[in-house]
């Protein structure tokens, strides 16, 4: 494991990249401080640094799959944990006792951690009741009489880990007279290696240090206290769930699709700043959530009494009636909202007291006319969407409990964008209200397109400031935008000042069909990768890797997930591909890579031998200058490699010439020419 300490992160970004990276190869444990804000404020003046807010940094922390604990005491905890004991493969927890208390306390801790506890199956409590003497808790936390032995321990474990509703057990043993904690502990030792993972809680003094000891060097975790054990549990699941995130790679809408999507966005956010605003119109935010597939009630802006009662009319009763401003975005406090209208008459009514209200209020200037809107059924779901900018971590999506009682109910939770369908998913399940929506039969698949759809507009416009949907209505039959507030950036704003997105999603932007098909590597290519490399000579695998490597080390799993599973803000796979028997194959790579501190980056080119000679390895280059361009690069270098272990490669000199053509300076050094050259 890696285990870290840390106060406020000096470069975000480089730290996400580099995390997610090695979260792929060994688990990543943070410590991180400032939790509260007078410890933010000790760490600032002790680093110069700036802090972010700390909910974000929990999002960034589980997008790229690592582990945040609290105390010191956990950070080594739970890496003796990751070390001896395999991932739970659900959060399902077995807990079995000779006491009650600590069981019940362990199932609070799981329950409060986002953890479960099992149901087990009839038959195992069939089972269990034959074993065990006397009476015992016939449910889980598996509660058994004081004078449990080591034999009963060993019987109860057994058919607890046969059951497929547990993902894991936790073992409590309180010390008792007729119980040998020494001989439990041998029981215990013999399930170390066990596919589900298994923890220990010995409760006692110095009679329990030497079974403790055995347990630690067998590759149990053991603890004092069962919170403490649990709290780990936590943890692991966690991480377990952690590490899905960073094999999701969400996508931009490509082709015209999201081309129409994006003008249509920056033309109403021009047309604003165009009036040097920064706050847009109820209306106009909702037309900017439509642009990009987000479902809004049907609204209609009016500027008089008779506009407003024609569109009730048209609309349908009953309607609500609210104020129409460019100024005033908290439409409530100045008396600008009326509900449940049920005819003209009454509509004309609103439009007058609202006229009147915001003119005593705030002055007649205000009042730019309402409204007019269908009076929703007040069954649904209110929930609220939203975002804003964190100065670390850029655009971050808020979404949880909504309405009016939004503050109160503190039922939010955060990610960072972009999101597909795996994430939005993740992300409603961090909040309370998970249970709610599915109670009342939410479509839940809508409500994960809308968070896709929502998670794309603020990532593809750094205008945006801000969005708040609230409410956000989820039904049965619909989710649907009721209320929407937008902030954009003024025109002075520096754009190049504003975060950008902490996740680089997939780099749509780096598809070409001309010469030939091109697109950047996808996580989902591994198994095309792995045929690729099976079709790579000798002299072309020297070539590329300057050494020789077995077939099994370019093809191993660490290595795939290190090559497929790319940060492209680190590095960016572009490769050529064609369709064969029906399926896509990868013909030819060129493989960017970021050297960190410069602004230089280093490119790999590697062609499958059967379609050498092809002009494939000529495609790529023909794009990497704009590649280079567009990600900032001054610079790119690349090797030639002449010579391997006092093998000469026949291919060097053609490439140097190659090379030379393409206006790449070239440069000896020793066993390889490094090409140079200057982006234009």
């Not at 964008?417 to 939005?424: D, K, Q, R, S």
């Not at 590095?571 to 029906?582: L, P, Y």
Request: proline letters at 5%; hydrophobic letters at 40%.
């Amino acid at each position: 494991s890696v285990l870290i300490y840390m106060e406020p992160i000096g470069a975000p970004r480089r730290f996400l990249s580099a995390a997610r990276e090695l979260s792929m190869i060994k688990p990543v444990i943070v410590l991180k401080a400032g939790r509260t804000e007078a410890a933010a404020a000790a760490a600032i003046s002790h680093t110069g640094s700036l802090t972010g807010s700390d909910n974000v940094l929990d999002a960034a922390f589980r997008r790229v799959g690592v582990v945040r604990v609290d105390s010191i005491n956990e950070l080594f905890g739970l890496s003796q944990v990751l070390s001896n004991q395999p991932l739970p493969r659900g959060p399902r927890l077995a807990i079995m006792t000779n006491t009650g208390a600590p069981g019940v306390l362990a199932t609070d801790t799981a329950i409060m951690g986002g953890a479960q506890v099992a149901p087990l199956q009839p038959e195992t409590i069939e089972k269990l009741t034959k074993a065990l003497p006397g009476e015992w808790s016939h449910m889980n936390p598996v509660i058994m009489k004081s004078q449990a032995t080591a034999a009963i321990y060993s019987q109860v474990i057994d058919l607890i880990m046969e059951d497929e509703t547990t993902d894991g057990v936790l073992v409590v043993l309180s010390s008792y007279p007729t119980l040998s904690p020494m001989n439990t502990a041998q029981v215990l030792k013999s399930h170390s290696s066990d596919p589900k993972p298994l923890l220990t809680c010995y409760m006692g003094g110095q009679e329990m240090a030497s079974s403790r000891a055995l347990l630690l060097r067998s590759g149990v975790p053991t603890f004092d206290f069962s919170e403490d054990a649990v709290k780990m549990w936590n943890y692991m699941w966690s991480y377990k769930q952690n590490l899905g995130h960073i094999y999701q790679v969400p996508h931009l809408l490509p082709g015209t699709q999201g081309q129409r999507c994006f003008q249509d966005a920056s033309s109403i956010i021009r047309h604003v700043q165009s009036e040097t605003r920064e706050i847009m119109t109820e209306a106009e935010s909702k037309q900017l959530l439509s642009s990009y597939g987000i479902p809004t009630c049907d609204t209609i802006v009016c500027a008089t009494a008779d506009e407003a009662a024609t569109a009730a009319d048209r609309l349908g009763y009953p309607v609500v009636v609210k104020l129409n401003s460019r100024t005033i975005t908290h439409k409530s406090d100045v008396g600008g909202v009326k509900l449940s209208l049920m005819d003209a008459a009454a509509v004309r009514d609103a439009f007058e007291s609202i006229n009147t209200s915001v003119t005593a209020k705030c002055g007649a200037e205000h009042f730019e006319g309402v409204t007019v809107q269908p009076m929703l059924a007040q069954d649904s779901f209110e929930c609220i969407l939203g975002s804003t900018v964190d100065v670390q971590f850029g655009p971050v999506i808020v979404f949880g409990t909504g309405g009016k009682l939004v503050e109160v109910l503190k039922d939010t939770t955060l990610g960072l964008p972009p999101l597909n369908e795996v994430l939005a998913r993740d992300l409603i399940s961090q909040t309370r209200c998970k249970l709610a929506l599915e109670k009342k039969g939410v479509d839940m698949e809508s409500l994960k397109e809308l968070l896709v759809n929502f998670s794309r507009l603020i990532v593809q416009h750094k205008e945006i400031k801000e969005i708040d949907i609230n409410p956000l209505f989820c039904h049965a039959s619909r989710v649907i935008a009721v209320d929407a507030r937008v902030v954009i950036y003024p025109t002075s704003k520096d754009l190049s000042e504003v975060p950008t997105v902490a996740i680089r999603p997939y780099p749509i932007e780096y598809m070409w069909t001309e010469p030939t098909t091109m697109r950047p590597l996808r996580p989902e290519d591994v198994e095309e990768v792995v045929a690729f490399n099976q079709e790579i000579g000798r002299e072309s695998m020297l070539g590329y890797f300057q050494r020789e490597v077995p077939l099994e080390e370019r093809t191993s799993l660490e290595r795939m997930r290190l090559v497929c599973f790319t940060d492209y803000n680190r590095q960016i796979s572009i490769v050529t591909t064609e369709q064969k028997d029906g399926k896509e194959i990868i013909t030819a790579v060129l493989r960017l890579v970021r050297v960190q501190g410069t602004q230089s980056a280093k490119f790999l080119i590697l062609t499958r031998d059967p379609y050498q000679r092809r002009g494939l390895a000529k495609a790529l280059m023909s794009h990497l200058d704009e590649i280079a361009r567009a990600e900032g690069f001054k610079s790119l270098v690349g090797d030639i490699v002449e010579e391997v272990e006092g093998e000469r490669l026949a291919s060097a000199e053609w490439q140097k010439q190659w090379f030379a053509r393409l206006g790449f300076q070239l440069v000896p050094a020793g066993s390889t020419t490094r090409v140079i050259k200057e982006v234009q």
